[in-house]
């Protein structure tokens, strides 16, 4: 590869936006494929990168990230005129299976409540009834919050987000009350780092610290699904998806219906409602 390649590529990378930690793991993607392939990235062949492909063990969501990190390099690399073709373009990839949402169950959401530390008791409120993201939390700034007034909200700042599209929570009274409670800052960041250090806190602190107090209630959920939660129980109110792709801050509807479980009971009652013909309603 030529010496100056990865990092214009970075280069690259940051000039569309991406986040350092996106950019982060592309890079470091890179340079395992580097290291396994047995010529310089920019002289691989198909047949050797299909061969990498074949080495993977990983889920097939992870296979897929990685061919496509992949195939987002070799594609700049024929943007820069550095190859001709791209090597990857035949790969094949596993389809991505449908797992089903996976909410925190209420009863877990109640008792992790119950037993929350005042801060931890908040960023679970946060992700449960606001359904924002560990990212999202942790840059959250307190001037972003309005817990008073006709209407209490929150703005998703185009800097505290993924995909920098910005979007307006409007809070529950629930949510708002504990907000209100909770005597935030004025300004600056809503939840200081612990250490004093200037910054906010890092979005895999808020996640790591979430998550280790909900398994040390002997709950196996994580932060993530408590917005799970969110989406399935705001789906559940008037059934309307796009209204909670735009409270999730989705590009896509099809991202909010991974979050969001339909619940047997409303299922059962579909299909019970399904029309029957008369002359086999008499038959019966």
Not at 200 to 226: C, D, E, F, K, W
């Amino acid at each position: 590869m030529r010496a100056d390649a990865l990092e214009r590529y970075t280069t690259y990378l940051r000039l569309q936006g991406l986040s350092p930690a996106t950019i982060y793991g592309r890079r470091r993607l890179l340079l395992r494929l580097a290291a396994a392939l047995p010529v310089p990235l920019l002289a691989a062949t198909p047949p050797m990168l299909t061969t990498w492909r074949q080495a993977m063990t990983h889920t097939p969501a992870v296979i897929a990230g990685y061919v496509s990190h992949a195939r987002c390099f070799y594609t700049w690399a024929v943007l820069e005129g550095l190859r001709d073709d791209d090597p990857t373009a035949r790969i094949p990839v596993p389809r991505k299976p449908r797992r089903l949402p996976r909410p925190i169950p209420g009863a877990d959401l109640a008792d992790a409540l119950a037993a929350a530390p005042p801060q931890i008791r908040l960023w679970l409120i946060l992700a449960a009834w606001c359904g924002l993201r560990c990212k999202e939390i942790a840059l959250l700034r307190a001037e972003m919050i309005t817990a008073s007034g006709a209407h209490p909200q929150i703005l998703v700042a185009h800097d505290a987000t993924k995909g920098h599209s910005e979007r307006v929570i409007a809070l529950a009274p629930f949510a708002a009350a504990e907000l209100t409670a909770a005597g935030l800052p004025a300004r600056g960041w809503a939840f200081p780092r612990a250490d004093g250090r200037p910054g906010p806190n890092q979005p895999y602190r808020v996640s790591q610290m979430i998550n280790a107090y909900l398994h040390s209630l002997g709950i196996t959920a994580t932060a993530h699904r408590l917005r799970h939660w969110f989406a399935t129980e705001a789906l559940a109110v008037d059934g309307n998806l796009r209204q909670v792709q735009e409270l999730l801050g989705h590009a896509s509807v099809a991202s909010t219906q991974i979050y969001t479980f339909v619940r047997p009971a409303g299922a059962a009652a579909t299909v019970a409602a399904l029309p029957v013909p008369e002359q086999l309603r008499a038959a019966g």
